[in-house]
């Protein structure tokens, strides 16, 4: 398992350096350095969406809490952005809202995601990068971070959902594809972007 890990990460850094190179060719880009904003603007999006779930359970209770998902991830999501110049998302193979859909790039890598961590890769370094050029020349850094599930993502996203949280999530989300997770499963990432 351990030698599969290796691989998946020696792999992806191979693509990654043959992409800083052809685009080293024109203006040096820092990779490591991106991969560090791109993970500190995750870890602020990731602690703004946990303490106002948190929040809003403590306060009205689960659905309560559903309410907030559903009329706060995003502009959260889009108020971190803006402040850090990154354009941020979160996406899935097994969505909720779908206007949180995997474009073709991010299809591909929340695919390899899924066969790393078929092989028992550990999502909570799951990650993977690389520099884009369009036709015009336009330099883009994507990235996306695997995001796990764990234990307080059940209430809502589990196997074991109470009534009165079913009920919520079905109005609000009739075509709902995200239940039925264990803990340690992969749920899906956060996905970010900057143009270079
Ligand atoms: C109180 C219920 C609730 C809890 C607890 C919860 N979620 Fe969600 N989750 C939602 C709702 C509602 C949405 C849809 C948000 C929207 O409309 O953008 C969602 C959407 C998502 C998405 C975006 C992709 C999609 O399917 O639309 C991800 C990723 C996600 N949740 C992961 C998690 C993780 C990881 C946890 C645990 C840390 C968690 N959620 C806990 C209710 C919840």
Not at 67 to 79: D, E, F, G, L, R
């Amino acid at each position: 398992m351990k030698q599969l890990m290796a691989s998946t990460v020696i792999s992806a850094f191979a693509l990654l350096s043959a992409q800083s190179l052809i685009a080293a060719e024109i203006e040096p880009i820092n990779i490591p350095a991106l991969q560090q904003e791109a993970k500190g603007v995750i870890k602020t999006l990731a602690g703004n969406l946990g303490s106002e779930l948190k929040h809003a359970a403590k306060a009205g209770g689960l659905p309560a809490a559903i309410q907030v998902c559903n009329t706060k991830a995003s502009p959260i999501t889009q108020a971190v952005a803006e402040d850090k110049g990154w354009t941020v998302g979160r996406t899935s193979l097994k969505l909720r809202n779908e206007h949180n859909a995997p474009d073709d790039w991010e299809k591909t890598v929340l695919k390899k995601f899924e066969k790393q961590a078929a092989a028992g890769a550990n999502l909570q370094k799951m990650l993977f990068s690389q520099v884009l050029v369009d036709g015009d020349g336009n330099k883009v850094f994507r990235l996306m971070k695997a995001i796990p599930v764990g234990d307080k993502c059940l209430a809502c996203h589990g196997s074991k959902i109470k009534p009165e949280v079913a009920e919520k999530l079905n109005v609000l989300y009739p075509a709902d594809n995200a239940r039925g997770f264990n803990a340690g499963d992969l749920r899906g990432a956060f996905s970010l972007q900057k143009s270079l």
